[in-house]
């Protein structure tokens, strides 16, 4: 190979997530409704059927199928899927910064508007309840933050022979925050609430 071949390999290549064809890959909307002249931001209660992590809060989304256009439409999809409406009854959708977890997953969040008095048939086999909070009580409260730490586990074939410093090896330790929002009787946390933390830098900033 000679560098005009490596050239035209690399002269149009869009940098993307190293390792992303092995993650799987979701996304999320956090919706915005308007109740009685206030915003709101709309949160889902997963069914207690559901095999993964069932009666947590979360915002709608799911898995990006092979077929879905792009990320927003995967988001704007799944909404109306699990709140039962129109894809036309979600408007202004707009990215928010992806995250890409520990665990193998690359997450797509936007935050869009739900149009006003739109009708709610949620899906029951996925979402338990819906409920809303008050943007204005949000941006008035702060997180209680935890810290995750996650030590890396080698398996036992490992081969510390070859590497500087052997079983000795001073791994990294990775830390992780863990956001938990408080509203009457429910606990907003994990992913979701990182995602709402993010939004309300963004707003206040």
């Not at 992303?20 to 931001?41: F, G, M, Q, T, W």
């Not at 095999?51 to 979360?58: A, L, M, Y």
Request: net charge negative.
């Amino acid at each position: 190979m000679d560098k005009h071949k490596l050239n035209d390999i690399f002269q149009d290549r869009k940098p993307g997530i190293l390792g992303r064809d092995k993650y799987s890959n979701y996304a999320v909307l956090l919706p915005i409704i308007e109740k009685n002249n206030e915003l709101h931001v709309l949160f889902e209660v997963r069914s207690y059927e559901m095999r993964r992590q069932p009666g947590e809060i979360c915002f709608p989304g799911g898995r990006v199928d092979p077929s879905d256009p792009s990320e927003r439409h995967t988001a704007i999809r799944e909404t109306s899927e699990e709140l039962g409406i129109e894809e036309t009854s979600i408007e202004k959708v707009f990215p928010l910064d992806f995250v890409v977890n520990p665990f193998g997953s690359t997450i797509y969040p936007f935050v869009g508007f739900l149009k006003d008095a739109t009708p709610f048939s949620i899906n029951k086999a996925e979402v338990a309840e819906i409920f809303t909070v008050p943007l204005s009580f949000l941006q008035k409260v702060e997180p209680d933050i935890y810290h995750i730490h996650f030590k890396p586990v080698p398996e036992e074939s490992f081969p510390y022979e070859k590497i500087v410093g052997g079983e000795k090896y001073k791994w990294q330790i990775r830390g992780m925050e863990e956001h938990f929002y408080y509203f009457e009787d429910k606990v907003i946390w994990g992913l979701t609430a990182r995602i709402l933390s993010h939004f309300l830098t963004l707003i206040r900033e």
